[in-house]
């Protein structure tokens, strides 16, 4: 993915980060713990060339269960800073998982993970609950069937194939199960699960900013997680650090590490469909760890990272059978921010941390209404 920040200065996330490191001299990350201080440096590890700055977006209408125009209102801090996290919504509670704390992507990775209620008026007190087998980094963790399931990801200083599994209440996270191994190690895929299983897109295969793949994989559910791992319909491009989201038989996968590309495909119980290329994403460059959610027949992607901007900007398309309509501007993200983890319940939008412009990885959170 792309990136100016420091905030992994030290990160072998990508091979390329200890070069651009020398590249900028000095460059410092602040650690945000407040909903209201935004300070950071754009970093290495998922950054294109250029200067940070911060884009903006306009209000516009939506045409479906969604307000016309969407307040982002401030709500219960996440209790760390945190970002690429992986958050997923099961029965009105949010759940996340791991992320970065801080700047260095070795010490600063963490294996917590915490939940809280969703409701009309925001994200509730959030409850520390069983941690993760390890220190997790930019996995990918889908929820189905009051079932958490997450793939892969950076633990620490090495990429991995791990697939666990937990079951999610309103008490929060029960045991985490190993399951099936995911066929190789790999970090910033996009995973979704459908009542037939979980299918996991793309995603880094290295360290190196440069290392992706197009690969496609599709494995049911079983009493003890996720049964064995099946090739199916390969992505029309090498892809990492996108966002996929489902809707009933379908699944749409935006942007990714220097791509605008926009791609819908079919789901099935043996696996995805024919790739249809539709709507691509307004950004110039990539749409790099922005986070995407479906509401009705309507999608709704915030932030993320393009060309040499982290972005405020909000895009809302209709979504159908294979197909993603035009994207329209809706009402700014409250800060400029991406590798934040959304969901959304009850027609709103939740969002999670992530790191700002100069670098700051927040705890911040908030919500649409």
Not at 196 to 216: F, K, N, P, Q
Not at 223 to 230: E, K, P
Request: net charge negative.
């Amino acid at each position: 993915m792309s990136r100016k920040s420091a905030s992994e200065s030290k990160s072998n996330i990508t091979g390329t980060f200890d070069n651009m490191i020398l590249m900028v001299i000095v460059i410092t990350m602040v650690v945000v713990t407040t909903t209201v201080g935004y300070s950071a440096t754009l970093n290495p590890a998922f950054s294109s060339s250029g200067t940070a700055s911060v884009t903006s977006t306009s209000t516009a209408t939506t045409s479906t269960a969604p307000p016309a125009t969407l307040a982002w209102n401030p709500s219960t801090s996440y209790p760390i800073t945190a970002w690429t996290q992986s958050c997923v919504e099961s029965g009105g509670y949010i759940y996340c998982v791991g992320g970065l704390t801080g700047p260095s992507t070795v010490t600063n990775v963490t294996g917590a993970v915490y939940y809280a209620p969703l409701s009309s008026s925001g994200i509730g007190d959030w409850r520390n609950t069983t941690s993760y087998p390890t220190e997790i980094r930019s996995e990918s963790c889908a929820a189905e069937a009051a079932t958490i399931y997450c793939v892969g990801g950076y633990a620490g200083t090495t990429l991995s194939d791990a697939v666990y599994s937990a079951p999610l209440s309103s008490s929060g996270v029960g045991t985490w199960t190993n399951s099936t191994s995911y066929p190789f190690p790999e970090w910033l895929a996009s995973c979704v699960a459908s009542s037939s299983g979980i299918y996991c897109v793309g995603g880094g295969t290295a360290a190196s900013s440069l290392s992706s793949t197009a690969d496609v994989y599709f494995a049911p559910f079983s009493s003890t997680g996720v049964g064995q791992w099946v090739s199916t319909t390969s992505y029309p491009v090498s892809v990492k650090q996108q966002s996929c989201v489902s809707s009933s038989s379908e699944i749409y996968c935006v942007g990714g590490y220097l791509s605008t590309g926009v791609y819908s495909a079919a789901l099935s119980p043996s696996g995805v469909g024919r790739w249809t290329n539709t709507t691509g994403y307004p950004f110039t460059v990539g749409a790099n760890l922005a986070s995407c959610v479906v509401i009705g027949q309507e999608m709704f992607c915030v932030g993320g990272h393009t060309g040499s901007n982290v972005s405020s900007d909000v895009y809302h398309a209709a979504i159908s059978a294979s197909s993603v309509g035009q994207w329209v501007d809706s009402t700014s993200y409250p800060v400029a921010v991406w590798g934040e983890s959304c969901v959304t319940s009850g027609g709103q939008i939740y969002c999670v941390g992530g790191e700002t412009a100069s670098g700051s990885v927040i705890s911040s959170a908030w919500y649409s209404s």
